[in-house]
């Protein structure tokens, strides 16, 4: 009896060890996170929009840019993320033309990419946030951060133009 319970105290280290092994093997699989966005992650999405965002990822496809979508739903207000990024052949007119979408408002961004500016967002179905338009080398990428609430508490004027900024560190940051 007492040579049986010797060996089984020696292979439990062993069981524990395995065990651990195979625990530490299979987690990166139970980590990975559910979105393929290539620029920024679920996570760093959800501190941006003030709360747990859910995200989606389109890959590129007929002329079309990659999209990353990352919605948080809460207080009375629906906050999104939105990233475009495309490969251009001539990315500086490229970027131009999405420039185009800010106006006169548009304010250049130094040090985000190799170009970048950014301006408000307001339309008519509610919508209030900033917009970031830049490139850096051949890629030239979109962000859009909005709130569906005026008076949002958790994106207010301010939070909306660091956060805007955030993001925008994070995907040139990624693309370079």
Same mark, same amino acid.
């Given at each position: 009896?007492?040579?049986?319970?010797?060996?089984?105290?020696?292979?439990?280290?062993?069981?524990?060890?395995?065990? #651990? &092994?195979?625990? =530490?093997?299979?987690?990166?699989? #139970? &980590?990975?996170? $559910?979105?393929?966005?290539?620029?920024?992650?679920? $996570?760093?999405? @959800?501190?941006l929009l003030g /709360?747990?965002?859910?995200?989606?990822? !389109?890959?590129?496809?007929?002329?079309?840019?990659?999209?990353?979508?990352? !919605? %948080?739903?809460?207080?009375?207000?629906?906050?999104?993320?939105?990233?475009?990024?495309?490969? $251009?052949?001539?990315?500086?007119?490229?970027?131009?033309? =999405?420039?185009?979408?800010?106006?006169?408002?548009?304010? %250049?961004?130094?040090?985000?990419?190799?170009?970048?500016?950014?301006?408000?967002?307001?339309?008519?179905?509610?919508?209030?946030?900033?917009?970031?338009? /830049?490139?850096?080398?051949?890629?030239?990428?979109?962000?859009? =951060?909005?709130?569906?609430?005026? @008076?949002?508490?958790? #994106?207010?004027?301010?939070?909306?133009?660091?956060r805007i900024y955030?993001?925008?560190?994070?995907v040139a940051g990624?693309?370079?």
């Open positions: 009896m007492e040579n049986n319970r010797a060996s089984s105290f020696r292979l439990r280290p062993r069981l524990g060890q395995a065990m #651990m &092994a195979v625990s =530490l093997t299979c987690m990166p699989a #139970m &980590a990975h996170a $559910a979105n393929n966005c290539s620029w920024i992650t679920e $996570a760093t999405a @959800s501190g /709360g747990n965002a859910v995200g989606g990822y !389109t890959p590129p496809a007929d002329g079309q840019p990659a999209v990353c979508n990352f !919605t %948080q739903q809460g207080d009375g207000a629906s906050r999104t993320l939105r990233i475009t990024v495309e490969l $251009a052949t001539d990315p500086h007119a490229r970027f131009i033309s =999405l420039a185009g979408d800010c106006g006169a408002s548009a304010i %250049q961004i130094k040090a985000i990419g190799n170009e970048a500016l950014t301006c408000e967002v307001a339309d008519r179905k509610g919508v209030y946030g900033e917009h970031v338009v /830049g490139r850096v080398r051949d890629q030239v990428f979109t962000i859009t =951060l909005t709130t569906t609430l005026r @008076s949002d508490p958790i #994106m207010t004027r301010d939070a909306l133009e660091t955030t993001a925008a560190e994070q990624n693309l370079f």
